[in-house]
């Protein structure tokens, strides 16, 4: 495989180039995307940092707005960018969970399970909504971003058979997420019988909207990663080998290890360098 040839016009974010197949873009995706070409990328394949749930420790870090409508915002603005950058059949594929309101508490205290759920901040309670009120995030990101001209074309819920337990007891145990498949166009390049699956008289069958999927943990990383088998499907159906993947946020490269194994290229940014170090050890060990 040719190595990517893709250059932002502003040099003055550092690159990391990791074999032939990724290469990774240390920065703010607010400030990186701008400056890459337009209809450049078949897919958007990525899982931006949830709003209020984790605290990454980088000044002005999306997901941390105190405000949800800043956050929502903020990703309007980062996919915006990316719409320009894909071709015209292209899509996104984005990953995003919801969040309670905090109960206007100030901070979370670590949790031997996750030691990335302790955080030195918490957003408080969103005008509109009570303590305990699931704010619906996935759907308002969702709306906005069909407002801002995308076509919104499926929501996919990733059930999660493993997920970790909640000490919760006046609701269910939260055990999925969402993947919106968004288009930039009214066509656009889908491949169904990539992703097929088997129905119960053994043949195959369209791909349906709940996909289970065991959450995959990552040791070099103390948060969140994309399941590889997630971004698999993700891929497979929306691209060719050879076809050029971005994801705006890296974060342990997920997304760069499943092109690397199906031969397509990606471009990654990921404003964390301690992040970019981890993707870059993870990919590299591929080859």
């Given at each position: 495989?040719?190595?990517?040839?893709?250059?932002?016009?502003?040099?003055?974010?550092?690159?990391i180039?990791?074999?032939?197949?990724t290469?990774?873009?240390?920065?703010?995706?607010?400030?990186?995307?701008?400056?890459?070409?337009n209809?450049t990328?078949q897919?958007?394949?990525?899982?931006?940092?949830?709003?209020?749930?984790?605290?990454?420790?980088i000044?002005?870090?999306i997901?941390?707005?105190?405000?949800?409508?800043?956050?929502?915002?903020d990703?309007?603005?980062?996919?915006?960018?990316?719409?320009?950058?894909?071709k015209e059949?292209?899509?996104?594929?984005l990953?995003?969970?919801?969040?309670?309101?905090?109960?206007?508490?100030?901070?979370?205290?670590?949790?031997?399970?996750?030691?990335?759920?302790?955080?030195?901040?918490r957003?408080?309670?969103?005008?509109?909504?009570?303590?305990?009120?699931?704010?619906?995030?996935?759907?308002?990101?969702?709306?906005?971003?069909?407002k801002?001209g995308?076509?919104?074309?499926?929501?996919?819920?990733?059930?999660?058979?493993?997920?970790?337990?909640?000490?919760?007891?006046?609701?269910?145990?939260?055990?999925h997420e969402?993947?919106?498949?968004?288009?930039?166009s009214k066509?656009?390049y889908?491949?169904?019988?990539?992703?097929?699956?088997?129905?119960?008289?053994?043949?195959?069958?369209?791909r349906?909207?709940?996909?289970?999927?065991?959450?995959s943990?990552?040791?070099?990383?103390?948060?969140a990663?994309?399941?590889?088998?997630?971004?698999k499907?993700?891929?497979?159906?929306?691209?060719?080998?050879?076809?050029?993947?971005?994801?705006?946020?890296?974060?342990?490269?997920?997304?760069?290890?499943?092109c690397?194994?199906?031969?397509?290229?990606?471009?990654?940014?990921?404003?964390?360098p301690?992040?970019?170090?981890?993707?870059?050890?993870?990919?590299?060990?591929?080859?």
């Open positions: 495989m040719e190595a990517l040839k893709i250059k932002p016009k502003n040099e003055k974010f550092d690159s180039q990791i074999g032939n197949s290469t990774l873009y240390v920065g703010d995706s607010r400030e990186v995307l701008p400056s890459l070409p209809n990328f897919s958007c394949i990525s899982s931006p940092p949830y709003w209020g749930l984790r605290d990454y420790g000044e002005n870090q997901g941390a707005e105190q405000l949800i409508d800043n956050y929502i915002d990703l309007v603005k980062v996919f915006r960018e990316i719409k320009r950058t894909l059949d292209g899509t996104l594929w990953n995003i969970g919801d969040s309670y309101t905090s109960g206007n508490r100030k901070w979370r205290d670590s949790d031997k399970k996750n030691p990335a759920r302790a955080m030195s901040y957003p408080p309670t969103p005008k509109g909504l009570k303590p305990k009120d699931l704010i619906g995030v996935p759907w308002k990101i969702a709306f906005a971003l069909q801002d995308w076509y919104l074309r499926s929501d996919i819920i990733w059930n999660k058979p493993n997920c970790q337990p909640e000490s919760v007891k006046d609701r269910p145990t939260r055990s969402y993947v919106f498949l968004f288009s930039k066509r656009y889908y491949n169904a019988e990539a992703i097929k699956e088997p129905s119960v008289n053994g043949k195959l069958k369209n349906r909207t709940v996909w289970n999927i065991n959450t943990p990552f040791k070099d990383a103390h948060f990663v994309f399941p590889p088998e997630l971004v499907l993700c891929l497979l159906a929306s691209t060719k080998e050879n076809s050029v993947v971005i994801d705006p946020f890296f974060g342990s490269g997920t997304v760069g290890e499943v690397s194994y199906f031969q397509r290229k990606c471009i990654g940014i990921e404003i964390n301690e992040y970019a170090k981890i993707s870059k050890k993870r990919i590299t060990n591929l080859f």
